[in-house]
């Protein structure tokens, strides 16, 4: 199953890379998790700034601000909710103080 995980840390100001030895730590353990097919992908986000909410309600569409950071995402491959909760846990053990939000991807048939 496939699941999606958006990272929202707790500090830090938004969009500043990490330290050298802290990309080092996050690189190996994306290597780790590649390696092993829990990782599929994973990819920084850009700061709130540079992003837009866009909304339809009753058919009148409005544009605004980004209301929540997040710093990142990552697709995973686990065979269950409880096992994309522990890669979750496992990432933040490295990534430091933050959420993540773990959600199941809904895989639908070929049309």
Known sequence: MKYLALWRPESGEEGAPPSPEHMQEMG??????MAKGSLIGTE?????ASGARVRNAGGTMTVSSEE??????A????????????L??????????????????????PR
Do not use: W
Not at 68 to 73: F, K, N, Q
């Open 44 to 48: 920084p986000l850009a700061p709130r």
């Open 68 to 73: 929540v950071r997040m710093a990142g995402y």
């Open 88 to 109: 979750a846990k496992t990432f933040l053990g490295v990534a430091g103080d933050g959420v993540c939000e773990v959600r199941q991807v809904v895989e639908m048939p």
């Open 28 to 33: 190996a353990l994306t290597h780790e998790m």
């Open 75 to 86: 697709f995973l491959n686990a065979n269950s909710r409880e096992e994309a909760i522990e």
